[in-house]
């Protein structure tokens, strides 16, 4: 089974995704059509590339081989986000996590234009998602704000459809106030147990095959509830 090794980057971008990954073609066609563009200074170009780049993205059928867990969160919850990868992987799931994608980091800190920026962002994001079987979101004060939960979790529904594999977790007292009903559309846990019980459940109903659990020195802190 080829793996989605995400945390590796290559000497060419180009080659950042071997051909086990879903999607590697349309982020290698991406990267050369946003070369060229960049030659002929012409801005409109990188949007047709990014639209060309999610057309070839929406015909793959297939899913990923294994269970994978993407972790949706707000900056200012990164410390939410790593524990319940940690729960993840601790039930037997891969994960991706947005800081620890060495690629993300590097996308951030590039000196090309703010448009090549944001594609090239959620380029990656967009092959995380296509690679990942599952996908959960931090809902803290701290999420309403976010821009990239919302597309995040859509694209998950989008891509999965099945509502069982999308949840998301509410910090104390959130899922009263939250006005974002689009939420109630996946499993919603109000606790660190209601996390572990939908691993749990999804790892026996998906048939998921037990990944070897990372070391985490020392393991993150639980939820607060």
């Avoid at 060495?102 to 590039?110: F, G, H, I, S, V």
């Avoid at 296509?130 to 999420?143: S, W």
């Avoid at 704000?145 to 949840?167: C, D, H, M, N």
């Amino acid at each position: 089974m080829a793996n989605f090794d995400w945390q590796q980057i290559p000497r060419d971008l180009l080659e950042r995704y071997d051909d086990g990954v879903l999607g590697y073609q349309a982020w290698r066609q991406l990267l050369k059509s946003i070369r060229e563009v960049l030659r002929a200074e012409a801005p409109d170009p990188f949007l047709m590339a990014f639209d060309e780049f999610l057309r070839q993205l929406n015909q793959i059928s297939r899913g990923p081989n294994g269970c994978r867990v993407f972790v949706s969160h707000q900056q200012a919850d990164v410390l939410f986000a790593e524990r319940i990868a940690y729960l993840a992987n601790q039930w037997g799931f891969e994960y991706w996590l947005d800081v620890h994608d060495p690629m993300l980091l590097l996308a951030k800190q590039t000196n090309l234009p703010p448009v090549v920026q944001s594609i090239l962002i959620a380029a990656i994001i967009e092959l995380a998602l296509l690679n990942c079987t599952h996908g959960i979101t931090v809902q803290t004060t701290n999420a309403q704000q976010s821009r990239w939960i919302p597309y995040e979790f859509g694209r998950a529904k989008r891509r999965w459809l099945v509502s069982t594999q999308v949840a998301s977790w509410f910090d104390n007292g959130i899922y009263a106030v939250s006005k974002a009903d689009y939420l109630k559309l996946g499993v919603c846990a109000r606790s660190e147990r209601d996390v572990e019980l939908w691993l749990a459940a999804e790892s026996v109903r998906c048939q998921c095959p037990k990944v070897k659990p990372r070391q985490w020195i020392p393991p993150p802190n639980h939820l607060p509830n």
